[in-house]
């Protein structure tokens, strides 16, 4: 394959940025535009959890696929079907179409996993924190350019222009990822392997149940791997509450500042674009200073502080104070997402089995995707029951949180990170 003049982490960056700004352009129109079609809070909750679900399920599978056939493959993959799935949600005038589109996406989700699977590829430990930063900037840059597209587009010419957009950047990201994503597993099997012919073995069981068998013992294999160290297993519960505060949060607030404060679909793309651009700043520029200077766990523990005052005090702002107040506390919302979210991933990776970090990558995005699953369900639920408890719930999630966080200084990265050396 010919090697890209451009640096494999600059490509990664382009690669996850136009996906996360397809992304962004309709996530925050998803709870409004499912009312409008008459979803009640617990089926908004189902149609955005529905993309964590197939997230959930393939991750792992894509995860594996990754180690054995390369990055790429995985990568190209994920991209083509994200394009495919924003075109039927350009159509998606019903919430069985709008479940549809939103269950291809979640399918195609892959690439944010292999992204990072090839960054412990490319990166040592002294260099992954910032690494894993500059992609977290992605998002945050996704984060700022697609909410605000959404809400003109929608406001001016309707779902069906937010979907073929979305899907026209996707697209281009399959283009640009064809031409010069280059594959970083030196250990990764030609596909075309995959389907030659080897012969069985003499007593060889090819029944359903004996492949089930092997699948489930597979992924029993992954799990002893991900929690056969302590810290590791620290940070998936840690992955699996802090995603759980985040989502559950997020989806209710989408309906509280649209209920209570009246905002517009623009104005929650303002709100977006507002955290996302602070998430640039924390995790391009400062995120690889603070983490050389003050290290993986202090940054984790303050995180989890800022983030509890992100998200508790969102419903007890007055009406009048979304834009002044509102932004302030938003504000520590988006320091803590911005130091947590990429410190979860660095830190499983550093305290990870080398050989098996796309399967531990894999296994780690399955946990966040289950809270992702259970977060708007929670969310929507008790936003139904009283507006505040979403927040009251991720706020003592983040305390969970800032006690595990507490609970990891006592386990070293760089003692540790010899002992993960194993044996494929």
């Not at 990754?66 to 994200?82: E, N, Q, T, W, Y």
């Not at 989890?304 to 007055?318: K, L, R």
């Not at 029951?385 to 983040?398: K, S």
Request: glycine letters at 8%.
């Amino acid at each position: 394959m010919k090697k890209s003049s451009l640096s494999p982490l600059v490509v990664l960056f382009l690669t996850v940025l136009l996906d996360l700004i397809g992304f962004g352009i309709v996530l925050p129109l998803l709870p409004t535009y499912a009312k409008q079609l008459g979803a009640s809070p617990f089926m908004i909750g189902l149609i955005a959890a529905i993309y964590s679900t197939m997230q959930f399920i393939f991750s792992p599978i894509w995860g594996k696929l990754s180690d054995k056939i390369g990055r790429r493959p995985v990568m190209l993959s994920s991209i083509f079907l994200a394009a495919v799935s924003y075109l039927f949600f350009s159509k998606a005038v019903s919430l069985p179409l709008l479940i549809l589109a939103r269950s291809m996406s979640g399918i195609g989700s892959a690439n944010i996993a292999a992204a990072q699977a090839s960054i412990t590829d490319l990166t040592d430990s002294k260099n992954r924190s910032g690494a894993m930063g500059m992609l977290g900037a992605a998002f945050g840059i996704g984060f700022i350019i697609g909410p605000l597209i959404g809400g003109v587009l929608m406001t001016n010419y309707g779902i069906s222009m937010v979907g073929i957009v979305a899907a026209s950047l996707n697209s281009i990201n399959f283009i640009l990822a064809v031409i010069f994503l280059t594959e970083s597993n030196t250990h990764a099997v030609s596909i075309a392997s995959l389907f030659k012919r080897h012969p069985k073995p003499v007593h060889a069981d090819t029944s359903i149940i004996a492949s089930l068998n092997r699948k489930r013992a597979a992924y029993m294999e992954t799990l002893r791997t991900a929690f056969s160290l302590k810290p590791v297993a620290l940070m998936m519960i840690l992955n699996f509450t802090y995603s759980l505060a985040i989502v559950n949060m997020q989806v209710s607030a989408i309906l509280l500042w649209s209920d209570s404060y009246h905002a517009t679909e623009q104005h929650i793309g303002y709100l977006f674009a507002y955290v996302g651009f602070i998430s640039v700043i924390v995790q391009g520029g400062l995120l690889p200073k603070l983490g050389k200077r003050l290290g993986e766990h202090k940054l984790m523990l303050i995180g989890h502080i800022t983030s509890f005052i992100g998200v508790f005090f969102i419903p007890f702002i007055p009406e009048d104070t979304l834009f002044t107040l509102g932004l302030g506390i938003l504000f520590f919302f988006a320091i803590g997402t911005s130091l947590v979210n990429p410190l979860i991933i660095s830190m499983i990776s550093l305290y990870s089995y080398k050989q098996k970090q796309g399967s531990i990558m894999g296994f780690a995005q399955s946990i966040n995707a289950l809270a992702r699953i259970l977060g708007p369900f929670s969310g929507s639920i008790l936003y139904g029951i009283d507006h505040r408890f979403p927040y009251i719930l991720a706020g003592a999630l983040t305390v969970i949180g800032t006690l595990i966080s507490m609970r990891l200084f006592k386990y070293d990265i760089e003692a540790l990170e010899p002992s993960a050396e194993i044996a494929s």
